[in-house]
């Protein structure tokens, strides 16, 4: 998974397409709001030669931290340049979002948000704690991004999450 692409489709009919500048991670999800394209640089990371060695397909790179590739729906041309890419400084992974918004600025980019520990061996995830429901706040203009645990959160492992239809 060494490449990780946005586009913009119209009418069925692909007009852009960027190749984004990510390592060899598990690129899997991206977010959308009104106003951003909102994509997952985590620090999970694909290890096919484990396999022979009986270990997890998939362990996370305490040299790589969670970022996120934001681009202004409003923008001109997809171009690598057109993304700001914000980093946690925290080595985790999103897999699966549940729900992302923004006022103005701030994007509140809501999913299970799985840290580092070392030596944690789940099935083929390895380095990986439990995905814990949070609350992603990443503000565009000055660059950050800061996690919130759901309340309850620390009991409850999350993989795919999903919201009631009786809420939306």
């Known amino acids: 998974l060494k490449r990780f692409y946005a586009g913009r489709i119209k009418d069925g009919i ?9 390592g060899t ?4 999800d991206m977010a959308i709001t009104r106003d951003y394209v ?3 640089d985590g620090a999970q990371r694909f290890e096919p030669e484990h396999v022979v060695k009986k270990l997890p397909l998939w362990t996370m790179s305490k040299n790589q931290t969670l970022r996120f590739g ?6 001109g041309a997809l171009t690598t340049d057109a993304f700001t890419w914000i980093d946690t400084g925290v080595t985790a992974e999103l897999v699966h979002t549940l729900h992302a918004s923004n006022k103005g600025e701030v994007i509140n980019l809501w999913g299970p948000i799985s840290h580092y520990k070392e030596n944690i061996r789940n099935g083929i995830l390895g380095d990986g704690g439990p995905g ?3 609350n992603v706040k990443i503000d565009v203009s000055a660059r950050t991004a800061t ?22």
């Open 14 to 22: 692909l007009k852009e397409i960027v190749d984004l500048p990510v």
């Open 25 to 28: 991670g598990f690129h899997h």
């Open 38 to 40: 909102i994509m997952v």
């Open 70 to 75: 934001v681009f202004p729906r409003k923008a």
């Open 132 to 134: 814990l429901m949070s």
């Open 147 to 168: 996690f919130e645990k759901v309340a309850g959160s620390d009991d409850l492992a999350t993989e795919f999450p999903r919201m009631r239809d009786d809420r939306m």
